[in-house]
């Protein structure tokens, strides 16, 4: 069976489902009510749903048509299971299930926004740890100079900007600097994808220029423990970024059947819930950089354990966290 013919046959029961979930979405009842016998009917279509949701991920149908009936069996899912949902369960869902699986939903644009990123964090690190000079191509003299005094061993904090007495302080700073650069990431993808993936190459040869710069001039003993944790939640948030922004470009470049409008406001749609998790992503970061990264007391070791339990948390949560939703297969 064709997509198309796959279509024209289930779609009528799909406009059904959706009509009902209309329905009951603008009664303010919040539950199903015990005698009306249309929203009945609602288990049954969800399960036939599912179905189709089945055969069309089977199939390897269009992404376009697989995107319409997960979303529409994921609606149909809180509709039936939560229907007294209020704003913290809500964000609760959202956090343990539908952003880890937003993201795997749209795993090859992960995988090109993170080699547009760490390609130039690799490169441009080799290059400057064997010729120091080149951080001068990237860098002028004075953010050298900055970098320097944040990551000196001597200094009385790491890390901590000219001006910021204080981690409170540079938790709010990181915070500021953080957004700007991820929003400036997704915002990039309006370009047909380009923006993203120029942001993502020229702050992933920022990252790799100061990071090969500082472990020759001999400062990655006070470096590496101080970047090691918080880029976990970091550094993958930018690459999800620039995920997002692909989304939208690619939606603008190959809309499939749909009108690039309507390509671009479904697309629109998705990546704005993932840069919500994003912004989280980035608070988080922002608070263990400020509260943990610059703090002198813990040895390398231990902040390289920690390290390496945040990174397997992260690896973790959007490699298997929100698997059992219903509408998601494992892949």
């Given amino acids: ?66 995107a319409r009936l997960n979303d529409l069996v994921q609606r149909t899912h809180q509709a039936i299971y939560q229907p007294k949902t209020r704003i913290w369960s809500q964000i609760g869902r959202f956090v343990s299930a539908e952003f880890p699986s937003l993201v795997r939903a749209n795993a090859r644009l992960f995988a090109i926004s993170a080699v547009a990123f760490f390609l130039p964090v690799i490169v441009l690190g080799v290059l ?27 200094g009385k904090a790491i890390g901590r900007v000219r001006g910021a007495d204080s981690d409170v302080q540079m938790f709010g700073y990181y915070i500021y600097h953080n957004i700007g650069i991820s929003f400036q990431v997704f915002a990039g993808g309006i370009l047909f994808g380009v923006g993203s993936l120029f942001y993502l190459v020229i702050n992933g040869a920022f990252i790799g220029a100061a990071s090969g710069y500082m472990t020759q001039i001999g400062y990655g ?42 390509a671009l406001v479904e697309a629109a749609r998705v990546a704005v819930k993932i840069i919500y998790g994003v912004a989280g992503m980035l608070l988080i970061a922002a608070f263990i950089e400020a509260f943990w990264s610059s703090m002198r007391w813990p040895s390398p070791e231990v902040k390289y354990s920690v390290a390496a339990i945040l990174w397997g948390a992260v690896i973790y949560y959007f490699l298997l966290q929100g698997r059992s939703v219903p509408g998601e297969a494992p892949r």
């Fill in 1 to 66: 069976m064709t997509p198309l013919e796959f279509e024209r046959r289930y779609a009528p029961a799909w406009g059904r489902l959706e009509q009902l979930l209309e329905r009951l979405q603008s009664s303010k009842r919040g539950a199903f009510a015990a005698g009306d016998g249309a929203l009945a009917r609602i288990p049954a279509l969800y399960r036939e749903v599912c179905h189709h949701l089945a055969l069309a991920r089977d199939r390897e149908y269009p992404s376009f048509l697989v």
């Fill in 128 to 154: 400057v740890y064997l010729q120091p000079e080149l951080v001068y191509s990237v860098f002028d003299p004075e953010k050298v100079v900055q970098f320097e005094q944040m990551y000196n061993p001597v």
């Fill in 221 to 262: 003993e006070t470096f590496w423990p101080f970047v090691c944790g918080h880029g976990a939640f970091e550094l993958t948030a930018i690459v999800i970024s620039g995920m997002a922004g692909l989304k939208i470009g690619f939606a603008i470049l190959a809309p499939e059947r749909l009108t690039r409008r309507q």
